[in-house]
């Protein structure tokens, strides 16, 4: 069973930058396409970006343009780099396949100050 520990949070101002990474015990990436999610307080966990086998990226309208999702198949590590930080970005990042179907991690905070 594939378990996923995401890394990389923390406090940063805002137009900061932070690197977050995914580690999977076992091959994330036996499904094609995996992404980065998160969740805000009071509000629904959404997608951030996806990334497929071949390397398609699709990102949130939200963050197009300030994140960069990659992924390493040979170490199972999924990365999102985050630039440009926005307030609006405050959440807790998770990872998983896409659709999400492995269970969750405890995700990674992310607190942007203004």
């Known amino acids: 069973q594939v378990q996923l520990v995401e890394s990389g949070g923390g406090l940063v101002q805002a137009g900061g930058s932070l690197r977050l990474s995914c580690a999977a015990s076992?091959?994330?990436?036996?499904?094609?396409?995996v992404g980065w999610y998160r969740q805000a307080p009071g509000k629904q966990r959404d997608v951030v970006a996806t990334?497929?086998?071949?390397?398609?990226?699709n990102y949130a309208d939200s963050v197009k343009g300030r994140f960069d999702i990659s992924r390493d198949n040979a170490r199972n590590v999924l990365y999102l780099q985050m630039n440009n930080l926005k307030p609006e970005d405050t959440a807790i990042y998770y990872c998983?396949?896409?659709?999400?179907?492995?269970?969750w991690g405890r995700g990674t905070q992310v607190t942007v100050s203004s």
């Open positions: 076992g091959s994330i990436f036996k499904f094609y396409s």
């Open positions: 998983n396949s896409d659709p999400a179907a492995i269970d």
């Open positions: 990334i497929t086998g071949g390397g398609r990226t």
